[in-house]
Nanobody, 116 residues
Framework: QVQLVESGGGLVQPGGSLRLSCAAS????????VGWYRQAPGKQRELVAT??????WYADSVKGRFTISRDISKNTVYLQMNILKPEDTAVYYC???????????WGQGTQVTVSS
């Protein structure tokens, strides 16, 4: 089974930036869809961004501020987060799955806190 390990979270002031990494133990290329999700306290987990075969998708709440990318040679997906807002505070998780949703695997999450 693939293992996913997120890193790069932390405490940042509003307007700041962070880059999250999701390192996979096996391939993230081909038809796999890798997504970043987040879950704030008391809220449901929500999809933030996805990447597959070079195509990307973003939630409206992060469009223009976040950028998802991948390095297939390193089996790693990144989430560059700019102009962070307090409402971006959450635990961020990465997920890898096939386009039909099968084979879904999650990482353990990394905490992002945006506060002055």
């Amino acid at each position: 089974q693939v293992q996913l390990v997120e890193s790069g979270g932390g405490l940042v002031q509003p307007g700041g930036s962070l880059r999250l990494s999701c390192a996979a133990s096996t391939s993230i290329g081909g038809t796999y869809v890798v997504g970043w999700y987040r879950q704030a306290p008391g809220k449901q987990r929500e999809l933030v961004a996805t990447i597959t075969s070079g195509a990307t998708w973003y939630a409206d709440s992060v469009k223009g501020r976040f950028t998802i990318s991948r390095d297939i040679s390193k089996n790693t997906v990144y989430l560059q987060m700019n102009i962070l807002k307090p409402e971006d505070t959450a635990v961020y998780y990465c997920n890898r799955q096939l386009p039909n949703g099968l084979g879904s695997r999650w990482g353990q999450g990394t905490q992002v806190t945006v506060s002055s």
